[in-house]
């Protein structure tokens, strides 16, 4: 018999939720005035290449880390009570991997930064800062496995702290080595800073095992090799098609008239999309391990409707803060410096896009705890073919706004097919909330922002009030029914 669920579910799930939330936010407080110093001490073109080596990182990081870090928070979670001898055997051998996987990885960015720069990025001076940057490379991989292990344990407040310590540390050893040494501080720093967040992730994963009586089963992890290719590489293949279809819309941009400059108000546009994504990113990682426990212990329906409550309200709540934002756009690109502002379209199309991801992770996090991290991996495979043909039609003639908008078609184009393959998930709170109010919340919410942004840049029509009015009375009553079937929902 499956061991029954404790009834602090919704305690856990706040609890875990404020501290990710409140620490990140702190964190990420620190991150946007370093950003801001970046783009005043290292001008358009320094920033810009900052950007470029710290995406060059995260893509990298996709193939290295083999997307251990979600393994272990999905096995760990679901099996350390029911079987905690093949969940050793599971962490063993994820850990292997990611170990092997990080040293070569870092080797051969080391080795082909020079082509990667000439080639990919037609910047051949980036050359030397990426070579830099293995050794964040290696350090981002083997943080993603030990945080894994952390959520796995519902460790949120330790997980959430040593990131805020990392982000302190970014910011305070950047300010001092960007003074000194420009780009090529700010990327140490970011070595600096990564080492460290890996050494603390690592000691107090070690001491969790420990504390909960569990070894790393290396003798036979091998036993658990198929867990690779049924879950962790469905989730790497998910996020390598979204990451590296971004990548490739990065360098198109960088190889672009006026490349750099082009990157610099795209990156500073773009990092605002940290804020719309932060909250539902804490949100999540606190979600997943809970809905994987749900699941352990055979309750379908009810990790279905937790996971519909929070799609509902983190759909409509995001929606309204990209309005606010986009308002104060200029302000806001103003804070990098002069050479910042564009058009407001850039700015709405960046949190349009935000806003639809940040619904499409929180769907492909449900279906990854649900088993089937394969059909996942569908939704993004799509998103990235529309978001390269949009890329490659776009970019030519728009440039930066260009960009922007094929990110945020293929988010729709990604959100639909995710709307339909979710429907077995909760089936019975799904029915309650239909199709069309689930088109309205998930799909229909975020691209409201891009009215505001159209009338800002001058147009000015009455169809255009007409459809705002239209769209606004539309949202309120998806978004009333939908709070009615969640009450509905809580009397059952």
């Not at 060059?56 to 990081?61: A, N």
């Not at 030397?128 to 519902?154: D, E, N, Y």
């Not at 967040?197 to 000691?203: G, H, K, Q, T």
């Not at 932060?278 to 352990?296: C, F, I, K, R």
Request: hydrophobic share 55%.
């Amino acid at each position: 018999m499956p061991e029954p669920v404790p009834k602090t579910l919704r305690r856990r799930l706040l609890s875990g939720t404020s501290w990710q939330v409140g620490l990140a936010l702190l964190g990420r407080l620190f991150t946007f005035l370093l950003n801001v110093l970046q783009g005043r001490y290292l001008g358009v073109a320094g920033y810009g290449q900052l950007s470029l080596v710290q995406n060059t990182l995260q893509f990298l990081t996709l193939f290295a880390g083999a997307a251990t870090g979600s393994t272990c928070t999905k096995y760990l979670s679901e099996l350390r009570v029911s079987h905690p001898a093949r969940a050793q055997r599971i962490l063993a051998f994820s850990i292997g991997v990611v170990a092997v996987g990080s040293l070569a990885a870092g080797g051969l960015l080391a080795l082909f930064a020079g082509p990667i720069a000439v080639h990919f990025l037609h910047q051949p001076s980036m050359a030397p800062l990426l070579r830099l940057s293995s050794i964040a490379l290696i350090a981002i991989c083997i943080s993603g496995t030990w945080g894994g292990v952390l959520f796995g344990f519902q460790l949120f407040r330790t997980e959430a702290i040593i990131r805020f310590v990392q982000a302190f540390a970014w910011f305070a050893i950047c300010v001092a080595l960007m003074r000194l040494a420009g780009v090529w501080g700010a990327v140490l720093a970011y070595d600096i800073a990564s080492v460290l967040s890996m050494a603390l992730l690592f000691w107090f994963g070690f001491r969790a095992l420990i504390k909960h009586h569990l070894r790393l089963d290396f003798r036979n992890a091998l036993q658990e090799r198929g867990v690779f290719k049924e879950y962790s590489l469905a989730v790497m293949m998910t996020t390598a098609v979204t990451l590296g279809s971004q990548y490739a819309v990065f360098a198109l941009l960088s190889r672009s008239p006026d490349g750099a400059i082009a990157s610099g108000r795209f990156f500073a546009a773009f990092q605002y999309r940290l804020v719309i994504q932060y909250v539902p990113m804490m949100v999540q990682v606190t979600a997943g391990p809970l809905v994987a426990e749900l699941l352990g212990a055979s309750q379908r329906e009810r990790a279905g409707r937790l996971y519909y409550t929070i799609l509902g309200g983190i759909s409509l709540s995001l929606a309204g803060l990209s309005l606010v934002m986009v308002a104060f756009s200029g302000w806001l690109l103003g804070l990098f410096g002069k050479g910042f502002h564009g058009s407001p379209l850039l700015f709405a199309s960046v949190m349009a896009y935000a806003v639809t991801v940040a619904g499409n992770n929180l769907a492909s996090m449900a279906l990854q705890m649900h088993g089937r991290p394969w059909i996942a991996f569908r939704a993004d495979a799509v998103a990235a073919v529309v978001i390269l043909i949009m890329a490659f039609t776009l970019i030519g003639p728009y440039q930066d706004v260009g960009a922007a908008i094929a990110l945020q078609i293929g988010a729709i184009a990604q959100s639909v097919v995710y709307m339909v393959s979710t429907r077995d998930v909760g089936p019975i709170a799904r029915q309650k909330i239909g199709n069309f109010r689930y088109f309205v919340v998930v799909l229909l919410a975020p691209q409201v922002c891009m009215l505001l942004a159209i009338a800002r840049d001058g147009v000015r029509s009455p169809l255009l009030w007409l459809g705002t009015l239209a769209v606004i009375a539309l949202l309120l009553w998806a978004a009333l029914g939908w709070y009615r079937q969640f009450v509905a929902k809580a009397a059952d």
